[in-house]
């Protein structure tokens, strides 16, 4: 029940909405309700094309419409209808007809169930004002007297404002003696001569309809009160008007009445006359003036903004003179126009059979008078019926239907009318649910939802409402439910989901609906933005990541604003700002950008926002207000700043600049670094140079403009500064010295006629000092002796002075080549590639300059293996600075070599020592340049080589090494070598191999210094079951494998007679100079000693670590894979001399070789 008399109090709530309003489906019947009408008064203005006056009204069934004029019907011209009325309600008068059309007018709207009406709508059409033609006599007047011009403005419409002026436009002037009413009447307190004039004019201004119109103009004659026979000469004496009371123009009488109405704005005034013009005071008698009066029109005219009851009462304003007083009251009434005490009437909705009071509850000053209607028609007390209207109440007794209508209160006095119209329903209806059936509802996890559930019904309803059937589902703490019928539910949970169920019923019957509830996931962001500093001119990226429920995928967005203010995005190529998936890029970012930034996530139901600070980082703005100022001199002064706004970068330091005009005018040089955190520098300026500077600042964005350069700032001549620097002697011939020296910039000149004095004398002697002044940058001293030490000063002087006392140099004179050559050279060999020479240095004297150091000369003259070949090789090293001794490797084995050792200084070298002649010893052979392997048996193979190229030595032997290999891993499963004597041996038959087996040869010559690097080859024995097919091969293609023996026979014949021709002495270009670098043999050697050196190349022949597996297989190791077993296959074969070497060419090599080795016979 407590819920039914919520929803009752609802209901009448709802109809009190539109004062005869009923907020009830349409689906019910029910009297029309005025919705919108046009309020009155309509002023129909002169340029208005057409007037509209318009009334609207709903109801069921639909409204139609009339109207009546001044209390009579009236039809309109046209009408307009919409597509909810059947006749419309609104009209439009055109222009050319209004001023028939004038008057008040009230709209009906009816059905069968009742009529509304309106309050009344005046239209009012105006004429264009205009003051009536008229002849007005002139006002003549004596002096002193008072003169009032009328102006009598027209009626018009809206404010309108009033001018006194000439004819030529001109204000009349208005004071304490001259002044204007409220109605545009001009009062003159007393007239002077002055005041003559034929030319007053009154001018009103409509602002509304921009209008002016002017009265006729008045003339004003003011009688003087000179004697009519006083001369000429006295025309310029005045004569004072008399002393008179002072009287009231305005208002006229003892005492006025003024009536006003509530919230109006009061205005009292008083214009008084008399000579001297008399001032006027007010008053309100019995209390004070309030404190919102104020006083105008030179104190005439009192003001009281909105007056209230309490502003009323008896005013008083006096007018002054010396002559006298004279006042005036005013009885002040407020009063006020009807208005509602409680509100307008509210519509009521009844069941058959209950009494119903209707109150209009008015007020207003004088006591309003009520008029009732029903329906529109005048409403009548039945003291003998069931319908009583009891003043400001009407009772209907035990009411019936057809007492439903709309009744009309109007409440009227002389200051207007205010009506309401109350809808009376008495009728009986069963439950009829507003809300849509299903209706769905969303709300985010934690959220408040409120699911409605409206109700129209006579009696009012009860109302309950279920989930899953069951009204337990929906009490408890979290649900609520509302008067209205509606049900709030607070912090939703995921299980509140499902179907609501929502139950009305009265005694005429019940209604439910069904409502659906969706409880959501809420909005997230997870990946919130962050604060950020960008440079000025990059691009800023901000990253907004969010969660949301995947139902509301089509309304989620992200949002962003820049304080407070949404950012616009387009999407054009030049738009600054790109969103995409969540991140938000401001291109070429400015200062304008930096602020805070939000994103906001949200759908249609909820967001959520995460803020983030952009500070944008630019160079700093250039200093302003640049100050000069003097220090102890002229040339020394103060230079301070203003700093500008560093935007968001701290200035690490400001750079003072200067430009003078004389030397490089408009070129801008640095002058100084001042810390960041000063805004002051200290200067010190060169003489006779016309400066101004300028700064700016620095920050880690990089430079900022440079601020406005000072005034022109020019320092006085002065004797120079400073002296040359830099100072270089040379010697470029032996007897003399060139000086120069950096000379002064031109703005260290400080003033004109800038010359060097060139000061010099010999070291140690104490001789005096030889002078020489030069205006250029160079000096060159003649006939001096060879390399002799001197002492150099160079001061600078303009015409002003000397600069200060030179620093002295040391230098000497010209150079000359040595005279003297090393003595006592000696040479020791160290192995066969390297040998350490030794001499005896020269004497400082015969260098005759600075020293370079010595160059070491050596040729080789012939090899020892063959005496009869004869070389020409030279080569040199030149070693730096004062030494002894030297290291020189690159030299060849077992040759004879000469060597000579020469000093050198920057002139050119000295004579060459004394010839020292001296044999390399023997050292390793080269590698062979040839190894095959051919002639393969199932435990025998053919092994043939060629002797090297460089033997480097008297060759004594070769060693061979084999090893047995793993085909499938190419590991060495045995290995196995022997020592093959004589020097001549280029093949060797090895037997006790295995069968079907792959080994690799290792063959290395050798001589008494030991092996030199192996040559690497691989092969395999035949396997037992390829055997008879070779045999088949071999019959079958042996005229194949004859011509192949004969080539291979014919080609290893040639390579030995080159050989043989090469040993009997041919001799061979050579170069000249071999690399200054060491060898092979000689790196990691340091240039001044051997205690690290190591002779790996003299080994003995057999157990030689360089002739090891281990030793060599990686170092210059060349490896054929090619088997022989597949020449055996049919591609070829060898004869058991294995002459297949032939195929093969040897590689040439600088430096001698060795003696032809003749083909050795095979070991079976």
């Not at 409440?411 to 009829?432: C, E, F, K, Q, R």
């Not at 009204?471 to 408890?476: A, N, R």
């Not at 005018?665 to 400066?691: C, F, M």
């Amino acid at each position: 029940m407590r819920l039914a008399g919520s929803l009752q109090l609802a209901l009448l709530l709802a109809l009190s909405c539109g004062a005869a309003g009923l907020s009830i489906p349409l689906e019910v019947e029910q009297p029309p309700t005025i919705i919108t009408h046009t309020s009155g008064p309509v002023i129909a203005l002169p340029f208005d094309n057409s007037v509209t006056i318009g009334c609207e009204a709903r109801g069921n069934p639909p409204p139609e419409y009339r109207w009546t004029k001044d209390g009579m019907d009236f039809t309109p011209p046209h009408i307009t209808a919409d597509k909810t009325h059947h006749t419309g309600g609104t009209f439009v008068l055109h222009n050319k007809h209004l001023f028939q059309f004038q008057g008040k007018y009230r709209c009906f709207a009816f059905n069968k169930l009742g009529t509304a009406m309106t309050e009344e709508i005046e239209l009012m059409v105006p004429g264009v004002p205009k003051f009536p033609k008229e002849d007005i006599e002139p006002v003549v007047v004596k002096e002193g007297e008072p003169i009032v011009l009328k102006c009598d403005p027209p009626e018009g419409v809206g404010t309108r404002q009033i001018y006194w002026m000439s004819i030529g436009l001109q204000h009349i002037d208005q004071d304490d003696r001259v002044s204007m009413d409220l109605d545009g009447n001009l009062y003159f307190s007393n007239a002077l001569q002055k005041d003559s004039r034929r030319d007053y004019c009154c001018f009103v201004s409509f602002s509304k309809i921009r209008a002016i119109v002017q009265k006729t103009a008045m003339a004003v004659v003011v009688k003087s009160l000179k004697p009519d026979n006083e001369s000429a000469d006295g025309s310029d004496a005045t004569e004072a008007p008399p002393a008179r009371i002072p009287g009231l123009l305005l208002p006229s009488g003892v005492q006025t009445e003024k009536v006003l109405l509530k919230g109006g704005d009061l205005r009292l005034e008083c214009i008084p006359e008399g000579f001297p013009t008399p001032t006027v005071n007010w008053m309100k008698l019995g209390e004070k003036l309030p404190p919102r009066t104020t006083f105008n029109n030179f104190g005439k005219r009192l003001t009281i903004p909105a007056v209230d009851e309490s502003d009323q009462g008896k005013y008083m304003c006096t007018a002054r003179n010396s002559a006298g007083e004279a006042v005036h009251y005013f009885d002040v009434i407020v009063e006020e126009p009807p208005r509602w005490q409680t509100g307008p009437p509210r519509s009521q909705l009844t069941v058959i059979g209950s009494d119903v009071h209707v109150k209009c509850s008015v007020g207003g000053k004088p006591p309003p008078d009520i008029t009732w209607r029903r329906n529109g028609e005048f409403f009548q007390d039945d003291p003998a019926g069931s319908r009583r209207v009891l003043d400001d109440t009407v009772v209907l007794h035990n009411a019936r239907p057809e007492d439903s209508a709309v009744y009309q209160c109007e409440a009227s006095s002389a200051h207007g009318s205010i009506l309401a119209n109350v809808n009376i329903m008495v009728t009986n209806v069963a439950p009829v649910i507003l809300t849509s059936d299903y209706r769905e509802y969303a709300v985010i996890v934690g959220g408040d939802v409120i699911m409605n559930c409206s109700v129209f019904s006579s009696p009012p309803p009860t109302i309950s409402w279920a989930k899953d059937g069951s009204p337990e589902t929906t009490k408890g703490e979290r649900f609520f439910p509302l008067q209205n019928g509606a049900l709030q539910i607070i912090r939703a949970e995921k299980d509140d989901s499902g179907e609501y169920v929502c139950a009305a019923f009265n005694m005429m019957g019940d209604s439910a609906v069904t409502a659906v509830l969706d409880v959501k996931d809420p909005t997230k962001i997870v990946a919130p933005p962050r604060d950020v500093q960008i440079v000025s001119g990059t691009t800023a990226q901000l990253m907004c990541q969010a969660e949301h429920d995947k139902s509301l995928r089509s309304t989620f967005e992200v949002v962003w604003r820049k304080d407070g203010e949404e950012i616009p995005l387009s999407f054009e190529e030049n738009s600054r700002y790109v969103v995409d998936d969540g991140m938000l890029q401001i291109m070429n970012v400015n200062l304008s950008d930096q602020g805070i930034y939000s994103c906001i996530a949200r759908t249609l139901l909820d967001e959520d926002s995460a803020t983030a600070l952009l500070t944008v980082l630019d160079v700093p703005d250039a200093p302003r207000n640049l100050q000069l100022s003097e220090l102890q001199s002229p040339r020394n002064v103060s230079l301070s700043w203003v700093p500008g706004i560093d935007h968001n970068s701290s200035v690490t330091e400001f750079i003072v600049e200067y430009e003078e005009s004389q030397w490089e005018p408009g070129r801008w040089r640095e002058l100084q670094k001042v810390p960041g955190n000063q805004a002051t520098a200290e200067l010190a300026l060169h003489g006779h140079l016309n400066y101004q500077f300028r700064v700016y600042a620095v920050n880690a964005v990089g430079p900022g403009p440079p601020s406005e350069p000072t005034e022109r700032y020019k320092t006085p001549p002065a004797a120079p500064d400073r002296n040359p620097e830099n100072i270089k002697i040379h010697g470029h011939l032996p007897h003399q010295m060139e000086i120069s020296w950096e000379p002064l910039l031109p703005v260290e000149h400080n003033g004109p006629g800038l010359e060097y004095k060139v000061s010099y004398r010999k070291l140690g002697l104490e001789d005096h000092w030889k002078d020489h002044l030069v205006k250029r940058h160079s000096f060159v001293v003649r006939n001096t002796s060879t390399f002799v030490p001197y002492e150099i000063g160079i001061q600078s002087r303009n015409s002003h002075g000397w600069g200060p006392e030179p620093n002295v140099v040391t230098g000497y004179s010209g150079e000359d080549v040595p005279t003297a050559a090393p003595q006592d050279v000696a040479v020791e060999v160290i192995n066969a590639t390297v040998l350490r020479v030794s001499w005896t240095p020269v004497p400082p004297a015969t260098v005759r300059g600075h020293l370079g150091g010595y160059n070491v000369h050596w040729s080789r003259k012939r090899s020892l293996l063959n005496p009869n070949r004869v070389f020409d090789d030279r080569q040199s090293l030149s070693f730096p600075g004062k030494r002894s001794n030297a290291i020189v490797p690159g030299l060849k084995p077992f040759a004879e070599y000469r060597l000579t050792v020469n000093v050198f200084n920057k002139k050119g070298n000295g004579p060459n020592s004394d010839p020292v002649t001296f044999n390399t010893p023997e050292g390793v052979p080269e590698q062979v340049p040839i190894l095959t392997a051919s002639n393969s048996q199932k435990d025998s193979v053919l092994l043939v080589w060629g002797p090297p190229l460089e033997a480097n030595g008297i060759l004594v032997g070769f060693l061979l090494k084999y090893h047995l290999i793993n085909e499938t891993t190419l590991e060495v499963v045995d290995s196995r070598e022997m020592n093959i004597t004589g020097a001549d041996s280029t093949q060797w038959q090895l037997r006790g191999l295995e069968e079907g087996s792959l080994y690799r040869f290792h063959v290395s010559a050798c001589t008494r210094a030991g092996c030199g690097p192996p040559l690497a080859h691989e092969s395999a024995t035949i396997a037992p079951e390829r055997v008879e097919s070779q045999q088949s091969n071999f019959s079958t293609h042996g005229w194949v494998i004859g011509t192949l023996c004969a080539v291979a026979l014919l080609t290893l014949v040639t390579l030995m007679a080159c050989f043989v021709r090469r040993n009997k002495g041919g001799k061979y270009a050579v170069k000249e100079k071999e690399d200054l670098h060491p060898d092979v043999e000689s790196q990691g050697m340091n240039d001044d000693t051997f205690c690290e050196y190591s002779d790996s190349d003299e080994k003995p022949l057999k157990g030689s670590s360089l002739c090891s597996l281990n030793g060599n297989d990686t170092v210059g190791d060349s490896v054929s894979r090619d088997s022989l077993v597949d020449y055996a296959d049919g591609e070829g074969e060898f004869n058991e001399d294995g002459s297949f070497i032939g195929e093969y060419s040897g590689h040439r090599h600088r430096g001698s070789v060795s003696e032809p080795n003749r083909t050795g016979p095979v070991v079976a």
